[in-house]
T-cell receptor, first 113, second 110 residues
């Protein structure tokens, strides 16, 4: 059974640009959550989607958005990139409803220059 | 107050010893608790989940949960150098939101 797949693995963008990251969950999983990980802040919750609907979101500005498709694949978009957006972006998929075990992809390393 | 708190460490233990990792959380209605292991440069890997008070054992790992004290811990018996990693405590605070602690760095000396 394939795990969580995130693409691309690495990205370099310039300030002001926008970026879209993709996450394909484990087959059969309907929930996808996104996290930002930086050395100073640790793993910060961005948002979680279940059945194509955003069910919860963290304390990030509106520049961070996401969506989920009918096949449970999810995308995260960051507009007007800032240097501080440089981070490892992780997505996790969950098979059951909220509160059950989540499994992470390998992450996308975003560098903003 | 942070929602999930962990001692950042590093926690250093000799090979073969028991490593004890602790975590406290602030939201009393939390129902689900997880421990993840993260090696440097890798993504977090789920190693334990616990949903009810008491102990849960899986191989060399034991998770302990005390909801009254809002405390969850992870014991690693017979620690090995390969256990050296950052251990993340995660708490589902209700609904679709799981919050992570900052992690405890564990170093097992050979």
């Amino acid at each position: 059974k394939a795990g969580v797949t995130q693409t691309p693995r690495y990205l370099i963008k310039t300030r002001g640009q926008q970026v879209t990251l993709s996450c394909s969950p484990i087959s059969g999983h309907r929930s996808v959550s996104w996290y930002q990980q930086t050395p100073g802040q640790g793993l910060q919750f961005l948002f979680e989607y279940f059945s194509e609907t955003q069910r919860n979101k963290g304390n990030f500005p509106g520049r961070f958005s996401g969506r989920q498709f009918s096949n449970s694949r999810s995308e995260m978009n960051v507009s007007t990139l800032e240097l501080g957006d440089s981070a490892l972006y992780l997505c996790a998929s969950r098979g059951g409803r909220e509160g059950t075990e989540a499994f992470f992809g390998q992450g996308t390393r975003l560098t903003v220059v | 107050q942070k929602e999930v708190e962990q001692n950042s460490g590093p926690l250093s233990v000799p090979e073969g010893a028991i490593a004890s990792l602790n975590c406290t959380y602030s939201d009393r209605v939390s129902q689900s608790f997880f421990w993840y292991r993260q090696y440097s440069g890798k993504s977090p890997e789920l190693i334990m989940s616990i949903y009810s008070n008491g102990d849960k054992e899986d191989g060399r790992f034991t998770a302990q949960l005390n909801k009254a004290s809002q405390y969850v811990s992870l014991l690693i018996r017979d620690s090995q150098p390969s256990d050296s990693a950052t251990y993340l405590c995660a708490v589902n605070t209700g609904g679709f939101k799981t919050i992570f602690g900052a992690g405890t760095r564990l170093f097992v000396k050979a």
